[in-house]
């Protein structure tokens, strides 16, 4: 059974950070590649950042220099640091796998809460 499990939201002030992880279970993580998808109230569901094995890594421009996603392959997990954050940044943000040969293996969690507020 394949489980994306992500965890770190919560509560923060503008300018604040927070750290995001996504823990997979049930598939072969190194053959995968990794996304935080995040979705406003009201608004269309996002790409954020997304994470190859390689290392390769593609950012929003709405969060280019503020966020950095990162993944180990030995945990099976991806973090997302989010520092800087603002209020346009609430959000549920969602962990999402998708293999690097077949695009139609792929996998959601259930996401977790990021509120930037004062």
């Known amino acids: 059974q394949v489980q994306l499990v992500e965890s770190g939201g919560g509560l923060v002030q503008p300018g604040g950070s927070l750290r995001l992880s996504c823990a997979a279970s049930g598939i072969n993580f190194s053959a995968f590649i990794m996304n935080w998808y995040r979705q406003a109230p009201g608004k269309q569901r996002e790409l954020v950042a997304s994470?190859?094995?390689?290392?390769?890594?593609n950012y929003a421009d709405s969060v280019k220099g503020r966020f950095t996603i990162s993944r180990d392959d030995a945990k099976s997990t991806v973090d997302l640091q989010m520092n800087s954050l603002r209020p346009e940044d609430t959000a549920d943000y969602y962990c999402?796998?998708?293999?690097?040969?077949?695009?139609?293996?792929?996998?959601w969690g259930r996401g977790t809460q990021v509120t930037v507020s004062s």
């Open positions: 994470i190859a094995n390689t290392g390769n890594t």
């Open positions: 999402y796998a998708r293999h690097r040969s077949a695009a139609s293996l792929s996998f």
